[in-house]
């Protein structure tokens, strides 16, 4: 059964760094790219960035909202994905879900962790 | 990367059939077909109902199905059941290893 787990979510103040953390069970976690997607507190879904896995040389693309604040790492060793969070705005507050990519869509999802950014 | 349009709501009694559609460019929906549907209840996660505009995963309901005409995606829904009430987000790849959700449709079922 594939299994997406979401750590490291909770409260910080603007301008404040967080990583999360994604680990992964049910399948080789080195094949896929994997996906980071957030959800306001009652808005849409957002996708954050993808990266891709070793044979597409780890290359991670971001959405223009967070690119030169977030990055996405993932750890094949480890079947974890990561994303580290820097200079957070209150807009940035959101439910962070972790997706298996299966480059046209996300095809499983993990249940989510909530980053709230606040003074 | 602008949100994809879809209406805020929809509804159909039990039975009947429900269509949203989701509204792009040709750099994205246009572009490619790439557009898959996710289904979301409230407090848990999206699951993905359709791929590659109209592909089921394994154990989706062969009552949903997704179309595509330029610029403009549509998930249909046949058959409602009460189970089906829930949020609809269509997705397409925009290019340059880049997506794009829908702004979100509210299902209810009358």
């Known amino acids: 059964e594939v299994q997406l787990v979401e750590s490291g979510g909770g409260l910080v103040q603007p301008g404040g760094s967080l990583r999360l953390s994604c680990a992964t069970s049910?399948?080789?976690?080195?094949?896929?790219?994997m996906d980071w997607v957030r959800q306001a507190p009652g808005k849409g879904l957002e996708w954050v960035g993808r990266i891709k896995n070793k044979a597409g040389s780890y290359t991670a693309n971001y959405a223009a909202s967070v690119k030169g604040r977030f990055t996405i790492s993932r750890d094949d060793s480890k079947n974890s994905l990561y994303l580290q969070m820097n200079s957070l705005k209150n807009e940035d507050t959101a439910v962070y879900y972790c997706?298996?990519?299966?480059?046209?869509?996300?095809?499983?999802w993990g249940q989510g962790t909530l980053v709230t950014v606040s003074s | 990367q602008s949100a994809l349009t879809q209406p805020p709501s929809a509804s159909g009694s039990p039975g009947q059939s429900v269509t949203i559609s989701c509204t792009g460019t040709?750099?994205?929906?246009?572009?490619?077909?790439?557009v898959s549907w996710y289904q979301q209840y409230p407090g848990k996660a999206p699951k993905l109902i359709i791929f590659e505009v109209s592909k089921r995963p394994s154990g989706v309901p062969d009552r949903f199905s997704g179309s595509k005409s330029g610029n403009t995606a549509s998930l249909i829904v046949s058959g409602l059941q009460a189970e089906d009430e829930a949020e609809y987000y269509c997705s397409s790849y925009a290019g340059s290893n880049n997506f794009v959700f829908g702004t979100g449709t509210k299902v209810t079922v009358l």
């Open positions: 040709s750099s994205d929906v246009g572009g490619y077909n790439y």
């Open positions: 997706a298996r990519d299966a480059h046209t869509a996300m095809d499983y």
């Open positions: 049910g399948f080789t976690f080195s094949d896929p790219y």
